[in-house]
Structure formats: structure tokens, C-alpha cells
């Protein structure tokens, strides 16, 4: 008989894992109870659905190949089939101007591709979520992710993160995050464009410039978000007004300078810091990757120009490595100007070796940055890893086990919570920007941003070293608990203690 859980025994999942640190830390400095219980749960769990109509698809057909070999070539426009990742073909109606066909029951051979069925458009229902963790301190604030693994418990993590994340950069929003159950590579642009006005068509009654502020996540970006701005803003009458609806804009449009790599940028203001307090710099140094889209690839750039040397990188599609460093400018172009690089990946580039996912983790470095997916870095990965420090980019990368591990084996860490703190930094500056219709110099951003995120980074190495101190640039001393804790803790103590400090202050609203 299937053994079963007893009701009253809470359910293990990735949001009771993840809290697992804002209880240790709220046990650690006796946080109130009903602030506790107040951060706990979120305050609001958004579900909703959002319908598309997808467009007639040419999908290869692999059997039944000799049924048709008398099949004559077909010739339609090419600007009228969008290709996508699947080896299909997205069909618009402009690529019958001019066109040839030959059709056997809905099966055509695309000339010089090979035979394609004809699957007719149909609409399509997808789940959409936004989470409202907290806030206390300001709006909630958090990115908008389209991927096919979301779920409830996933954002309701992320969205716990961003309470946390925002208290620990000091910027006065609470934390959210919110996105759609969907694979985007395996929309047309068009389809793509059209779920994203409708999910800000069904979303808008539940956001706005000081309610609730989405930004760019994994797998949406600057053209998302200024078609989220436009769905928010049509037919208001002072639209102007809204445009700090969403961050991570375009600059032409509202965003600002610094925005695109500001993650990166931090995640490299706090090796920089790391490396400060070991009287060194990172030039010389060597690091690998996971992830190379916005935060892995502007971090290696930053950290590349600070002359740290890249060994290898791993993304969802492929791994490479070269002993004697990786040029990372080089394998930018590769990545991202090639055309026909449609996967935007690593896999593949000439000048490194193709190595295996888990042969990543064997490389002998300095700095392990993974900045793909969370829980990538488990107890057995842990024990593998040949670095000195593990600097989060992504958020929630490695799992309560994989901690253990790191502190067993004295792999210091630089936690996800200030280690990607850069871009909501960044988030509010574009925020404050649009407030007040300014539009400052990269240089300017930059500016604040390294004083924000290094000063916040060594608040957290103070808790952690439990020495207390007030400097020109930073004041530790009302933060330090009188015993020294690990980074991913300390990180937790400073954002509670700057959140209970408004239940504290300003009470409970009844
Ligand atoms: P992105 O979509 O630009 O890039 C993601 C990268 O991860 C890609 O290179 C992809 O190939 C790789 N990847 C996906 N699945 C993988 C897998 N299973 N194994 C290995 N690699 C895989 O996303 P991004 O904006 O760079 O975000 C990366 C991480 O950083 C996420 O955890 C995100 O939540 C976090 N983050 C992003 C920002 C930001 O400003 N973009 C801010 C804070 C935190």
C-alpha cells in the first residue's frame, strides 16, 4: 500500500526549501510573530488565463516520406514563413503573393527543405501568474518571466526573493513576480506580441506605477516590456505619467542608461568588493559561466574587462571550455550577432572544446558564476566544484543542500540577493527617472549603482563577520546579531530587519 503523508505535516516544496533561510534568519533575530506570519505567505497569488490565436504552422513531416516523392516543389515568399526553433515554419498569408503550390492532403515539399504538413491556426489557452509578495517598503517590484517550467510555487519564491532583494538594495519597493507558462521560442513573433498585450490586458487592473512595477526576466526583454508600456498606457489621457508602469524599457523610451547590464554590473561590483577585501583585484583571476544571456554574458564582459579570464560556459543547449581562456567579446558575436546562431548560444563556437554539462562543474577556477536557472548548484555539484567562490547571478541557484555543502567545504559565497541586486537597483533609478521625466548619463547611474551595491555588500559582511562598524560609506552597527553567520543568512538578517523596521514604526494597517 502507498505510504501516506499526514495531513497535518507540512508538504516539502520549492517555496517551503526556499524560505527555509528567512526562518533561520527570523529565528536568529527574534523577528516579531506577526511580521513573520505577514511575510510568510504572499499577500496576493494572481492566476489567470490569457487566449491567442496561433497562426497556420509548416511542420516537417518525417514518415511517409516515399508517399509523396512524386511530390513537386512547392515555392512560397520567403518573408512569409517565419521559422522557428522546432525546424517548423510559422505561415503568414503574404507568402502565398506570387506562390506555386502543389498540396497532397495538407502535405507540401518546401523546395530544397524537404515535405512540411499544413497544420491549420487555432487558438490557445495559456496560464498566466503574477504573485504580490509584500509591501511594506513600496510597490511590489519584480520581473515578468515567459518560460514553459513556471509554476505557483515558483513565482511565489521569486516573488519572496524580490521582497528581500529590495530591502537589501535599500530601494523602496516591496517584492512580486509574475509570467506565462509558455516556451517563447515557440511563437512567432507576431503570436509573441499578441500574448503579451493580452496578458497586460488582463493584468492591468492589478498593477500600475505605484502598485506593482514588472521588469524583464528570463525569456522577456526591452521589446516586451515597451509592449506592456503601450498596453497599459492606450488611451490614457497622461500616459506620460505612467511610463515607471514597467523597468528595463528601452532608453528611447523611458529606460535607463546602465539598465541592460546593471545585474551583471553589480554581480561584478561585489567580486570586485570580494576580492577589495582580500587586498587583490580580480584581474588575473579565472571564472566559469552558466547562463549567457543578460546577466552571464554582461557579467563576463565587466568581468573580462577587469582582466578575470573565462574558462568555460555552460547554457541550455550546449558547454565549452578553453584551458587558456575564452575570448569573451568574440564569443558575444558569436552568440548574439549571428544570424544564424537562432538559439542565441554558446554551443558550437569554434575557438573552445565541447564539453559535457557536468564536466563544467570539474573545472579548476577561482569564481563559479551561475546565472541561468535556480537550483542548478545541488549537494552533488557542490561537492564537485573547484572554485574559491560561488557568485550568484541567477536567482535561487543553489539548493539548501548545495549551501551545505559550500560551507562544509569552504567555498565562500557571494548570495543571489545582492549578487543580482544590480538590476533592481537599477529598476528604481529608471523608476525615479520616469517620475521625474529626466534621463541621467550611464557614468551617473553607474556611479550610484557601485556605491549602493558595494556599501549594501559590506553591511552583509559585517552581519556575517559580526563586526559592527560605521564607516564614510557604510553603517553596519545596527545590523550585526553578535554572532557570525554564513553570507546567505546575513543577507536575510539585513533585509528583515530593514522590513520589520516598518510593521515596527508605522504599525499594521487594520
Ligand atoms: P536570459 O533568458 O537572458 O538567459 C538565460 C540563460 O540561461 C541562457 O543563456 C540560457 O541558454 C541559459 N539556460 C537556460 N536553461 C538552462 C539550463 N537548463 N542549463 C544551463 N543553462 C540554461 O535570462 P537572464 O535575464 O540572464 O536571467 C538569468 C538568471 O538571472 C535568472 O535566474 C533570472 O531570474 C536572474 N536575474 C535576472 C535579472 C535581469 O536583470 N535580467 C535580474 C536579477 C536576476
Known amino acids: 500500500m502507498a505510504a501516506r503523508v499526514s495531513p497535518n505535516e507540512p508538504r ?89 503550390v502543389a498540396m497532397r492532403d495538407g502535405v507540401l515539399r518546401l523546395k530544397g527543405k524537404g515535405l512540411y504538413k499544413v497544420v ?22 519584480g520581473g515578468i518571466r515567459f518560460h514553459q517550467d513556471v509554476s505557483l510555487d515558483l513565482f511565489k519564491v521569486l516573488a519572496a ?22 516556451d517563447p521560442k515557440s511563437l512567432s513573433s507576431e503570436e509573441l506580441e499578441a500574448l503579451t498585450l493580452r496578458y497586460m490586458y488582463r493584468l492591468k487592473p492589478l498593477i500600475g ?27 490614457e489621457r497622461e500616459r506620460h505619467k505612467l511610463r515607471g508602469v514597467v523597468t528595463g524599457k528601452d532608453t528611447r523610451i523611458g529606460g535607463s542608461e546602465g539598465r541592460v547590464k546593471a545585474t551583471g554590473q553589480g554581480l561584478a561590483y561585489c567580486i570586485q568588493e570580494w576580492f577589495a577585501d582580500r587586498g587583490t583585484t580580480p584581474a588575473g583571476s579565472t571564472f566559469v559561466l552558466q547562463g549567457f544571456g543578460n546577466v552571464g554574458s554582461n557579467a563576463a564582459e565587466i568581468l573580462g574587462g577587469l582582466g578575470a579570464k573565462l574558462l568555460a560556459v555552460n547554457d541550455a543547449f550546449g558547454t565549452i571550455f578553453n584551458p ?32 559535457s554539462k557536468s564536466d563544467l562543474f570539474d573545472v579548476d577556477c577561482d569564481i563559479c558564476v551561475p546565472a541561468a536557472l535556480g537550483g542548478e548548484i545541488t549537494g552533488p555539484v557542490a561537492e564537485r566544484l573547484k572554485c574559491k567562490l560561488v557568485a550568484e547571478g541567477a536567482n535561487g541557484p543553489t539548493t ?21 541586486a544590480g538590476g ?11 517620475k521625474r521625466m529626466e534621463h541621467w548619463s550611464e557614468t551617473e547611474v553607474n556611479g550610484r549603482l557601485e556605491q549602493a551595491i558595494k556599501s549594501n555588500y559590506r553591511i552583509i559582511r559585517d552581519i556575517a563577520r559580526n563586526t559592527p562598524r560605521r564607516t564614510a560609506t557604510h553603517n553596519s552597527s545596527r545590523y550585526a546579531i553578535g554572532k557570525e553567520v554564513d553570507m546567505r543568512t546575513a543577507a536575510m538578517v539585513l533585509a528583515l530587519k530593514r522590513i520589520e523596521a516598518h510593521y515596527q514604526l508605522e504599525g499594521f494597517s487594520q
Open 12 to 100: 516539502s516544496t520549492i517555496y517551503t526549501e526556499a524560505m527555509e533561510v528567512f526562518h533561520r534568519a527570523a529565528d536568529l533575530i527574534g523577528l516579531d510573530r506577526r511580521v513573520r506570519m505577514e511575510l510568510e505567505e504572499p499577500d496576493y497569488e494572481h492566476i489567470f488565463y490569457v487566449t491567442v490565436k496561433l497562426h497556420t504552422r509548416l511542420t516537417p513531416l518525417a514518415q511517409d516520406a516515399d508517399k509523396y516523392k512524386d511530390l513537386p516543389d512547392s515555392e512560397l515568399l520567403p518573408d512569409g514563413l517565419e521559422p522557428l526553433l522546432d525546424g517548423s515554419f510559422v505561415f503568414k498569408r503574404r507568402a502565398l503573393i506570387g506562390a506555386n
Open 120 to 141: 491549420p491556426g487555432r487558438p490557445e489557452r495559456f496560464k498566466a501568474y503574477r504573485v504580490q509578495h509584500n509591501q511594506a517598503r513600496g510597490p511590489y517590484k
Open 161 to 182: 526573493e524580490m521582497t528581500w532583494k529590495t530591502a537589501i538594495a535599500d530601494v523602496p519597493f516591496g517584492g512580486g513576480k509574475g509570467g506565462i507558462k509558455v
Open 209 to 235: 506605477p505605484d502598485l506593482d512595477i514588472p521588469a524583464p526576466d528570463v525569456g522577456t526583454d526591452g521589446t516586451i516590456m515597451g509592449l506592456l508600456l503601450r498596453q497599459y498606457t492606450d488611451g
Open 324 to 355: 587558456t581562456g575564452i575570448d569573451v567579446n568574440d564569443l558575444v558575436s558569436y552568440v548574439y550577432e549571428n544570424p544564424r546562431n537562432m538559439r542565441r548560444t554558446v554551443a558550437g563556437y569554434p575557438k573552445a572544446q565541447q564539453i
Open 400 to 420: 539548501p543542500e548545495g549551501d551545505r555543502v559550500l560551507a562544509k567545504r569552504g567555498i565562500e559565497l557571494i548570495p543571489d540577493i545582492i549578487g543580482n
Open 424 to 434: 533592481v537597483t537599477v529598476s528604481y533609478y529608471e523608476w525615479i527617472q520616469n
